[in-house]
Nanobody
Framework: VQLAESGGGLVQPGGSLRLSCVAS????????MGWFRQAPGKEREGVAC????????YYADSVKGRFTIARDNTKNIVSLQMNNLQPDDTAMYYC????????????????????????WGQGTQVTVST
């Protein structure tokens, strides 16, 4: 399993970024996929999750209405469109196959991870600052 995240960077508050995750070594279409983030000194938290075909999505309360997860199973890509970014969004962002079939089982709406994913990529850094 390989996961390659990209698209991070430095952005001002209110700005936007689009993250991409290229997955290989496993059938993306067989997995519920999630985006996670970890800020310095904090635990990793769930941010967004998409079901097998992307029709079902689930978001942490902190990003709901600002972030949008999407997936293209034909290209093995999962993306995260992030709008109206705020300093609290500063973190390293990761994608991973979810360890359960249900996003809301894997982590809570506050982002607390109940079941830790097995696979991680190198992540992509998002910094929101003036």
């Amino acid at each position: 399993v390989q996961l390659a995240e990209s698209g991070g960077g430095l952005v001002q508050p209110g700005g936007s970024l689009r993250l991409s995750c290229v997955a290989s070594g496993f059938p993306l279409s067989d997995n519920v996929m999630g985006w996670f983030r970890q800020a310095p000194g904090k635990e990793r938290e769930g941010v967004a999750c998409a079901g097998w075909n992307g029709r079902y999505t689930y978001y942490a309360d902190s990003v709901k209405g600002r972030f949008t997860i999407a997936r293209d199973n034909t290209k093995n890509i999962v993306s995260l469109q992030m709008n109206n970014l705020q300093p609290d969004d500063t973190a390293m962002y990761y994608c991973s196959p979810e360890p359960t079939a249900y996003c809301a089982v894997s982590w809570t709406s506050q982002g607390q991870v109940r079941y830790e994913p097995t696979y991680w990529g190198q992540g992509t850094q998002v910094t929101v600052s003036t």
